[in-house]
């Protein structure tokens, strides 16, 4: 209960502090912007985010119906410039557990403790070192 609490708290965190230091850059064409450095922790944040909106509602967990309003305010606060790829992270992260549960299983159970684990990892690791 504790990770997932310190997840939200960190995506949250994570979520705000890109979206202000675009507030700070000068104004440029986006699609023109190399990507940030932190990209790629991201996209994988973002896809460990997918996977566990499907694999802790499969499961019957109380927190299943955060995981896509999380997406979405990481997505709103990146911008409109990388929404589309956090988006397809997260629905790839989403669509492989769909394809292959339909019930909650051990499996499911030790994948979701693996992606809280991980999930938990690049939201401090990103935090602190581009956080500011």
């Known amino acids: 209960m504790r990770a997932r609490l310190r997840i939200l708290a960190l995506c949250t965190a994570l979520a705000a502090a890109p979206a202000l230091a675009q507030q700070e850059a000068p104004a440029a064409d986006p699609t023109t912007l190399p990507p ?13 985010m997918g996977a566990l909106a499907f694999l802790r509602d499969l ?18 606060a990146e911008g409109e410039a990388r929404s589309e790829r956090l988006a397809g992270s997260y629905n ?32 401090r ?3 602190r070192r581009f956080g500011g």
């Open 36 to 48: 940030p450095a932190y990209e790629t922790d991201l996209l994988r944040l973002a896809e460990v």
């Open 92 to 123: 790839r992260g989403f669509r492989a557990f769909a394809l292959t549960y339909r019930v909650c299983t051990p499996a499911a159970e030790r994948a979701i403790a693996g992606y809280l684990v991980e999930g938990e990892r690049l939201s």
């Open 125 to 127: 690791s990103v935090a």
């Open 59 to 76: 499961c019957g967990a109380g927190d299943a119906r955060e995981w896509p309003a999380r997406m979405q305010r990481l997505i709103e």
